[in-house]
């Protein structure tokens, strides 16, 4: 980018190393830099890679674990901070809504010893429920953020963003993005720091909230944001490019690379942090062009602070605030604000794109869960995990998905509500579980609701990559550990009806589940089989369809699994069906479901028949 990374003494000339690195391990390894002591985590795309980067460093140097919230990883790293050693806690956005009842109390309390928590955002929403802009969170708890622009920045802000935490007495928020995340690129590294404990801080009127320390509190929460806005004045993270006096660019983050691409010969002014705004900069670099732009995905939150300066600006009235930015969305942006001349059209490629349907895994165990409650007519309360895929077709099973751990309290709710016909199904995954499911169990056992629960149990966290949980008795780092027993957590709610059944097994949980939706109270069935694909692949042998005896029925084709493909052979007016073995993974599935057993193992050396 042109410019040298920040704390230069970091990296002596003697000790460079050149290593290619993703966003997110660039963030692990400044922060492993930095000498942090404790990191936690729950893993969300696109940050789930930080903490798995945080785990190849000794574990002598750093404590690395698994959290089974966002919350709960703030509250471990709190406490490290607490204890006088640097920590650190990382989530994807959605995560800050969980961790934020921590993070509001705790910007008062401050930062005995470094406190940093990185946010991925996902501006296009390419695997989340949302696209909300973590930069606000900063703004409503006075967090001071930093907001790198390449893995480079990346690194260099994070170990950074200790110093602050300290110099400032403050809680830091680093914030990616899907991009700047899962882009690698080459990031000069430096050697760990290693900090000396600072022990306890013996100061209850610090340390502990209760309203008349809060009361104390919050005006240094003000006095802190001017005094960090002042070192981001003085400190040579801004980047100011001197160009055409025009029109002048204010952005901040990956966006700078797509201005710089769009407009090389601009007057540019990026930006480290939105929040706190280097205002003296800001002004000075407002007074030397005759017109400003701010370009920042998602929300207005720079424009909005130009204009509580006095300054007049532009922005979102030509970027749109939903989406990920792009070099061609920059480009519209600039020639609808008349600062580019618009390009001719590009002629269209007439490209027919290769279909593939987000569907479910072959043989993934929560296929046949959804098969049955679609068979029971179920209103089915869905929750987050790769099995809200079964809401679309040809599955079209799930009603409705809020967020994580909402299904059990939605069907709290809709039984109180006593409008619904339907038996109330919430369906939950067994991370999600531990994660939010606890509580919503709990108040429908107290509530006394007819809901039954099914816990889509497949022994790992299989929509971020195959991590480990409290359930798997295994660590982050792989090692045994405790583990969690689902039934006997369940019962020790107070819950009557619980029973484990194997989700391969189609007759015994169809008539599991049939059960639990006539119990009277909180029923609870836990489907119980690993993901096919995480943490390990489980591939059995693959089975084959006889051609003769397919009567083109397909009900196997209602399995939606992607090794069931058509053919154009045809039966009584419809297509016949054939198993592609090499995706097939020998579920057994589509034979439980077929009438006239044309689905058998194959046979050694044979193909589809």
Known sequence: MGREPAGEEYYPDDEVEVLPLMGNEAIARGAWE??????????????????????????????????????????????????GVRAFAAMKHVGVNVASDALMSQTYIGAHAGLVIAVCDDPGIHSSQNEQDTRL?????????????????????TRLAFEISETFDTPVIVRSSTRLSHTRSP????????????????????????????????????????????????????HWERGDQKVGIITVGTVYSYVKEVLPTASILKLASSYPLARETISDFCNSVDRVLVVEELEPVIEEGLKVM???????????????????????????????????????LEVEPLARPPVLCAGCPHTSSYMALRGLNARVLGDIGCYTLAAIEPLEAID??????????????????????????????????????????????????????????????????????????????GEQTNRVKFDELVRATGVKWVKTVDSYDLATLYQTIREAVEFKGVAVVISDRPCVLDPVKIKGQPFEIKAELCVACQSCMNLSCPALVWTDEIFDGHRKVKIDAPTCMGCSLCAQVCPTDAIRLQQRGSGNQ
């Open 310 to 348: 006095g300054i007049a600006t532009e922005g979102k009235a030509f970027f749109p605030r939903v989406g990920e930015f792009s070099p061609e969305v920059v480009r519209q942006g600039l020639e609808s604000a008349g600062v580019i001349e618009s390009l001719a059209p590009k002629p269209l």
């Open 34 to 83: 930095a000498g942090v002591k404790v990191a936690s985590a729950y893993p969300g795309t696109p940050s789930t890679e930080i903490l798995e980067s945080m785990a190849n460093f000794p574990a002598k140097e750093v404590e690395a674990q698994w959290a089974t919230n966002e919350k709960v990883a703030v509250d471990v790293a709190i406490g490290a901070s607490f204890a």
């Open 400 to 477: 409705t998905c809020v967020a994580m751990g909402s299904s059990i309290g939605n069907a709290v709710g809709m039984a109180k509500a006593g409008t619904e016909t339907r038996p109330l199904v919430a369906t939950i995954g067994d991370s999600t579980f531990l994660h939010a499911g606890l509580p919503p169990l709990i108040d429908a056992v107290y509530n006394e609701v007819d809901i039954t629960v099914l816990i889509l149990d497949n022994s790992t966290t299989a929509m971020t990559g195959g991590q480990d949980h409290a359930a798997t008795g295994k660590t982050l780092r």
């Open 137 to 157: 969170f900063c703004r409503l708890g006075n967090i001071p953020l930093l907001e790198p622009a390449d893995a480079q920045e990346a690194l260099d802000y």
């Open 187 to 238: 990031v000069r590294v430096g050697n760990r720091t290693e900090i000396d404990c600072r022990g306890f801080n013996e100061n209850p009127q610090k340390n502990v909230m209760i309203p008349s320390h809060a009361r104390l509190s919050h005006p240094k929460l003000i006095e802190r944001e001017s005094r960090v806005g002042e070192y981001f004045d003085q400190i040579d993270l801004n």
